[in-house]
């Protein structure tokens, strides 16, 4: 056991502080590539397209954090707070970008409703009263009226007034699809575990301290994230840019084969700093691009 546990901990390298630096950076070139987009190049421009396909990585592996923070945090208010405050500061940055007349598209959605939504909803599933898990449908029900307004603009050219761009999801249901695949998933491995440690007539605490639990953990994580942006590719190919690069994102799934399930490096300036990054980095670029343009 101890020689499998091992080899194990030598190629699964990846924790959650090395799959947020993977994230950061892939949605960093997203946005580079973004205002490419927006000031210079068309979507077909061999550095729009690398960039964003690059991009692709990043929120499949920012939903996934999410999942695992909302299960492992022992403070969902304060972890809730994070990011209902990074929620309020990004529509506010939103509206001066969309409404100030700095040449950025009206659907351009915020990320970090996708990301809040979806933590509520995994807090509200995971709960034993069945009457709070209902709640976990009222963020689905959001994600599916952002996808209907952008639809609706996309397909009829006009611009919805009852739900506001600033408010709504960035990737629309997708986000919340994969944050709650990643939680029933969840339930299904430790039902497989059940059955594998009843026929093997062990406790099932046991077998998931074994490197057969992150496994099939990692495999379903996969899972979630290939199905997810299936779906979402065919049902919302033409509805906006990305058009087939949205299939690059599948990828990221394979750098959850060598998540090894641990925290990793987390001093609070990384842990405070990678919120604020967000916001940071999206103003420091538009900046740039727009004082170049003019």
């Known amino acids: ?25 892939s949605m960093t070139c997203d946005h580079l590539g973004v205002m490419f987009l927006l000031y210079y190049f068309d979507a077909s421009h061999p550095l729009v397209y690398t960039l ?24 969902f ?45 995994v807090y509200f599933l995971k709960r034993k009263e069945i009457y709070l898990k209902f709640i976990a449908l009222i963020p689905l029900a959001i994600a599916i009226l952002s996808t209907a307004a952008n639809s609706m603009e996309a397909s009829q050219g006009i611009i919805i007034h009852w739900f506001p761009a600033i408010f709504r999801l960035q990737y629309h249901y997708y ?64 509805l906006n840019e990305l058009g087939s690069v949205q299939l690059y994102a599948i990828f990221s799934g394979a750098l959850l084969l060598f998540y090894n399930g641990k925290r990793g490096y987390n001093k609070k300036w990384f842990q405070y700093g990678s919120y604020l990054y967000y916001p940071l980095h999206i103003g420091i670029l538009a900046l740039i691009f727009y004082l170049l343009s003019l």
């Not at 007349?101 to 933590?119: E, K, Q, R, S």
């Open 52 to 75: 964003r396909i690059i991009g692709r990585l990043a929120l499949p592996l920012f939903c996934f954090m999410i999942h695992e923070g909302v299960m492992k945090t022992k403070h």
């Open 175 to 238: 986000g919340i699809l994969m944050i709650y695949g990643f939680y029933f998933m969840s339930l299904f491995k430790d039902f497989l575990l059940s059955i594998y440690a009843n026929n093997a007539g062990v406790d099932i605490e046991s077998v998931k301290e074994t490197p057969f639990d992150l496994t099939l953990s990692n495999l379903l994580a996969l899972i979630v994230i290939f199905v997810a942006t299936i779906i979402y590719y065919n049902l919302n190919y033409g």
């Open 77 to 121: 208010g304060r972890y809730a707070l994070r990011l209902g405050i990074l929620t309020i500061i990004i529509a506010i940055a939103l509206a001066v970008m969309i409404y100030g007349n700095m040449g950025f598209p009206n659907n351009m959605g915020n990320i970090f409703m996708d990301l809040f939504l979806g933590a509520v909803g």
């Open 1 to 25: 056991m101890e020689n499998i546990e091992k080899e194990t901990r030598n190629w699964r390298f990846l924790s959650s502080f090395w799959l947020k630096v993977i994230a950061i950076v």
